[in-house]
């Protein structure tokens, strides 16, 4: 190195700003800005999960809040004698438990007035609060002739109306008279409740019962929809899973790659974002109007929930498959099995709690859903019964939770509004057991590598 | 191997349950259409399961337009035995039935449904209510000073001074509704011609259809709003707008009675009285269709006809009216048509 070369050399480093020597424990403005930054993301997302956890809290309260009144129900607990001639003669007439209604209306207003009620007790009144109970008695003496002369203790409904004052969704003020009910009935009911006439109970019917008419509110239950649910549920499962899990082990594992699996693998993933109402209007031509499959019935609605369950369990199983590395199969193919028992075997046990968690998350998307049921028939007055054997569950008419409580937070009794809520808390219940299930299965078959 | 027999047994299964599905035959009522029969069409099913020795029907919303489009795929048991309708079936949908095999038809008038229009309790009162006031607020085109214009009007009070002084919000049936029909025939088109709209229109040289056309279309400016759900999504409307005002069947605005004020129609409250009566003007005949071949067919088809139709529970002190229903004066001779199965021409 000679003199007249150095300074020019260093003269560049003194050109530019001398590097101070710093402490690593010294945040420089650029360490800073990356810090603030990811600050920054932490705090974006501890927001999206507040905001997440804030409508979760809200649509819990909402729905628990105002679902809660359905499971509990007001009964008129009385003791009620039919004679033979009285059951005689209302089973001769045409409209039978209207006769039953005024028989057993005319009983009680005569048993409250001997009873030595305060308030005038006239058997308008009677009629108001007590509802609909002629279905129930004649039922009744129906199965029991010989209880015919003899009291028999009785839990009947009271009205929608009277269920609503006693739960608080009507109140004196809000109310005005009308022919469902007057102000002066709830002087009555006040003393009735007093002399443990009507009592709340839990509202076993609301679980275990069918759908009842518009004007019959109180006795309206969520159990056949429940049932019809499950049926479908049955034909989902035992179709959309074997079906699934066959074609993405064989695009997976079998198929060659070349053009046409190639388009059914797009078509697959297309089939997934079709509206659930084309499944619907596929379902009524090719199920119903072609193949001539029974109207309204779960094993309807099931064959169409799998079509749209089908591509949800293709796409995860798939995704899972793809999880499982391929030292795996290379070693079982090492060791001279199969390609089959390599799958089977080997690869499959290892991607079936992925396969488990995607078949839920169909499950519980098919279980919500009521476009494509519109179009089927399982929407309007349709659960009405327990069906009457195994077969029979996916033959018969009957509806599904999400449509049965479409169906009635439409109608206008505005008790059937509070059934919807209750139905919407039976719904969840039904999902979240789906899924504690499905967490079970999957820690039983969970394996590591 | 434990795969394999688990899906072939599930395919036996589904396969044999699809089998006895398609085998067996229809033992219930099956009816489908219009949503404003439906209420009154669950009471009687209802009633005639727990009455007869016959299953609960089955019955499925969806309007009158899609439950006739449905009675009209044939006759067969995969298809619906009665179909019921807020309006009479149309030149158009007997053809479409009859091209289908589906050439007896009963019809059954049930009895009449008023519309009123109701607002919130608390809102101001609508009493001095004319088919006029309700073309002026919400026709399209309305007369004004002897001109026809588009609608002028914001406030009720700016052309009925009776009316109250605030901003006029609607809410009326969506055209897929049978509703919105009679609306526009028994109000708007009434109130055009009363307002001398409709004289106006074809003085300006339009042509009488164009001008009864024109009558009926509704301002599109956002006062009007067209509900296409049902009346609960009305009732949540005009819950949150005081100064609204929606159309209701009568049955749906006497269960909410503690929710909704009525306004008057030419000075009469609409009751199920005053309709049977013909002194409230706005109604009209609810109906539904049997399929004549499936009688003897369907077990319990007549019966459930005739049971529906029956004094007990159409008639003026019967479970229906009870619900809203108007009953039909001329009950007896429906009960006689149904009896004899007469069939429409």
Request: proline share 5%; net charge negative.
């Amino acid at each position: 190195m000679t003199d007249a070369t150095l300074p020019p050399e260093t003269a560049q480093p003194a050109a530019k700003t001398p590097m101070q020597p710093k402490s690593l424990y010294a945040i420089d403005d650029l360490t800073r800005k990356r810090n603030a930054a990811e600050k920054r993301f932490q705090a974006y997302g501890i927001t999206a999960i507040g905001i997440g956890l804030f409508f979760l809290v809200v649509l819990a309260y909402a729905i628990i809040s105002q679902g809660i009144p359905a499971f509990s129900r007001t009964v008129v607990e009385v003791e009620f004698t039919l004679t033979q001639a009285q059951y005689e003669e209302a089973e001769g007439t045409l409209f039978k438990t209207r006769a039953y209604e005024e028989i057993f209306i005319g009983a009680l207003t005569g048993q409250l007035q001997d009873s030595g009620i305060e308030t005038p007790v006239e058997p308008e009144a009677i009629e108001r609060i007590v509802g609909k109970p002629g279905g129930t008695i004649r039922e009744f003496f129906r199965e029991n002739e010989d209880r015919l002369g003899e009291p028999v203790q009785f839990d009947l409904a009271a009205s929608s109306r009277v269920d609503g004052y006693m739960s608080g969704r009507i109140t004196r003020e809000s109310m005005t008279d009308s022919r469902f009910l007057m102000k002066s009935d709830l002087d009555l009911v006040d003393n009735l409740v007093e002399a443990q006439v009507i009592k709340t109970v839990f509202n076993w019917p609301f679980i275990t019962g069918a759908d009842a008419g518009v004007d019959n509110a109180a006795a309206a239950g969520i159990g056949a929809s429940v049932v019809g649910s499950f049926f479908m549920m049955l034909v989902v499962l035992f179709l959309s899973l074997p079906i699934g899990v066959a074609a993405s082990i064989y695009l997976e594992e079998f198929a060659p790659q070349n053009r046409f699996t190639d388009l059914i693998e797009v078509n697959i993933s297309n089939l997934a974002a079709v509206p659930s109402i084309v499944f619907g209007i596929l379902g009524l031509a090719v199920f119903i109007q072609f193949m001539h499959l029974p109207q309204s019935a779960p094993l309807v609605g099931g064959l169409v929930l799998t079509l749209m369950t089908l591509p949800t369990i293709i796409i995860s199983t798939r995704a899972s498959l793809k999880a499982v590395p391929p030292s795996i199969r290379d070693a079982a193919l090492g060791v001279g099995a199969s390609k089959m028992q390599a799958t089977f075997h080997h690869v499959l046990p290892l991607a079936m709690p992925g396969i488990l968690t995607g078949t839920i998350i169909g499950l519980a998307q098919a279980l919500g859903e009521t476009a494509p049921l519109l179009l089927i028939g399982m929407v309007g007055f349709v659960a009405r019964g327990y069906p009457e054997g195994f077969i029979e569950g996916f033959t018969e008419p009957n509806s599904a939770m999400p449509a049965q409580i479409y169906t009635w937070a439409a109608r206008s009794d505005l008790a059937f509004t509070e059934k919807a809520w209750g139905g919407i808390v039976v719904l969840l219940i039904f999902l979240l057991s789906m899924n504690i299930l499905a967490i079970i299965l999957r820690r039983r078959f969970e394996r590591r590598w | 191997m434990k795969f394999t027999t688990l899906v072939s047994a599930t395919a036996l299964a589904v396969a044999s349950t699809a089998f006895v599905g398609a085998a067996q035959a229809r033992d219930q009522v099956q009816v489908a259409g219009s949503s404003t029969v439906l209420p009154y069409a669950s009471i009687v099913a209802e009633a005639f399961g727990e009455n007869t020795d016959f299953p609960t029907p089955v019955v499925e919303s969806g309007g009158s337009s899609a439950g006739l489009k449905r009675f009209c795929e044939g006759v067969g048991e995969n298809t619906i035995d009665v179909a019921n309708a807020s309006r009479k079936i149309r030149e158009k949908e007997i053809k479409a039935c009859a091209d289908a095999g589906v050439k007896d038809i009963i019809e059954v008038r049930i009895g009449y449904d008023g519309i009123v229009f109701a607002s919130q309790k608390d809102g101001p009162a609508f009493t001095a209510f004319e088919p006029v006031d309700v073309f002026n607020a919400l026709g399209a085109k309305v007369l004004k000073d002897g001109q026809i214009v588009d609608n002028p009007y914001n406030k009720w009070a700016e052309f009925n001074a009776d009316l109250p002084d605030v901003d006029i919000a609607a809410f009326i049936p969506g055209t897929k509704h049978g509703t919105r029909e009679v609306f526009e025939e028994k109000v708007l088109a009434v109130g055009c011609e009363e307002s001398g709209a409709l004289k106006a229109m074809i003085d300006g040289g339009m042509s009488e259809d164009d001008a009864e056309d024109a009558c009926i279309a509704v301002r599109r400016d956002g006062k009007s709003v067209d509900i296409d759900g049902d009346y609960t999504e009305t009732l949540a409307r005009i819950d949150t707008n005081p100064n609204g005002i929606g159309v209701f069947g009568l049955a749906f605005y006497e269960n909410n009675t503690d929710k909704l004020k009525v306004a008057t129609m030419n000075e009469i409250a609409p009751s199920t009285e005053t309709i049977a009566s013909g002194e409230y003007p706005v109604s009209r005949p609810l109906y539904f269709y049997v399929k004549k071949a499936h009688i003897g067919v369907i077990p319990g088809l007549k019966e459930y006809a005739q049971f529906f139709i029956a004094d007990e529970i159409a008639g003026p002190s019967g479970p229906l009216a009870n619900y809203g229903l108007v009953s039909d004066p001329e009950l007896a001779a429906v009960q006689a048509s149904v009896a004899n199965e007469e069939t429409m021409q």
